[in-house]
């Protein structure tokens, strides 16, 4: 009645599945790196549904997963709540991806590897982005963080060599370790006044960052030698 955690991970012949009706859960990263891969769900299964080839619970509030196979934009339907952990991992074949207002949370690793994706809109309605959720998006130039965040997982933008600059909004009163590390392009970084701690190896590897500001009080303004 369970698919574990990465029961399927990187089957790259794998062309097509059928979940079967019984199954009532499915870990994260069961499809992670089926590239190759069509989903689809047995009739009679009362926890799942695939539509156009994305994975939801049955009364579609939570997106769970998204085949490796989808390409160009996605628009995230309005009536998901929940982007479940994982869900769009691997997904390197995706450019933009919309996320509707009914959505709140954004899980751990959710958009982990996402290698293609340029652009992407987080409404104000998300209060949380999980641990590594855009993890290795390689392409991904700038990102607007609402106010409605009030929590951002360690590694959230970690390697996103692309990212030249972000503002984390009033709310945020931790990043986390690792979350902006090895950025290469950031150049600034704007922090609220809120924030009251900064995590282990926040901004490690940033050798472009030149300006960290706290609302309108300027911190620093020229990198390390060294770096």
């Known amino acids: 009645r369970e698919l574990g955690e990465g029961a399927f991970g990187y089957c790259f012949a794998l062309t097509e599945i059928t979940i079967p009706a019984g199954v009532c859960r499915i870990g994260p990263q069961v499809f992670a790196g089926c590239t190759a891969l069509t989903l689809r ?3 009679g299964n009362e926890d799942y549904c695939c539509v156009d080839n994305v ?3 049955k ?4 997106l769970v997963f998204c085949s490796n196979q989808k390409a160009g934009s996605y628009t995230v339907p309005d009536s998901v709540t929940v982007i479940e952990s994982s869900a769009f991992y691997y997904c390197t074949g995706l450019h933009s991806i919309t996320i509707p207002d009914s959505v709140t949370s954004i899980g751990d690793d959710a958009f982990y590897y996402c290698e293609s994706l340029i652009s992407i809109t987080i409404p104000d309605s998300v209060t949380s982005i999980g641990d590594s959720a855009f993890w290795n998006c390689d392409s991904l130039t700038s990102v607007t963080i609402p106010e409605s965040v009030t929590s951002i997982g360690d590694r959230a933008f970690k390697d996103c060599n692309s990212l030249t600059s972000i503002t984390i909004p009033e709310g945020v ?5 690792w979350v902006f590390s090895g950025c290469e392009s950031l150049t600034g970084v704007t922090i609220p006044e809120s924030v009251t701690s900064i995590g282990n190896e926040a901004f490690k590897g940033c050798k472009s960052l030149k300006e960290v500001f706290d609302d309108a009080t300027f911190y620093a303004s020229e990198k390390p030698e060294d770096e």
């Open 41 to 43: 769900v047995a009739e």
């Open 173 to 177: 009163t931790r990043i986390g370790d």
């Open 55 to 57: 994975l939801f619970s």
């Open 59 to 62: 009364d579609m509030s939570r």
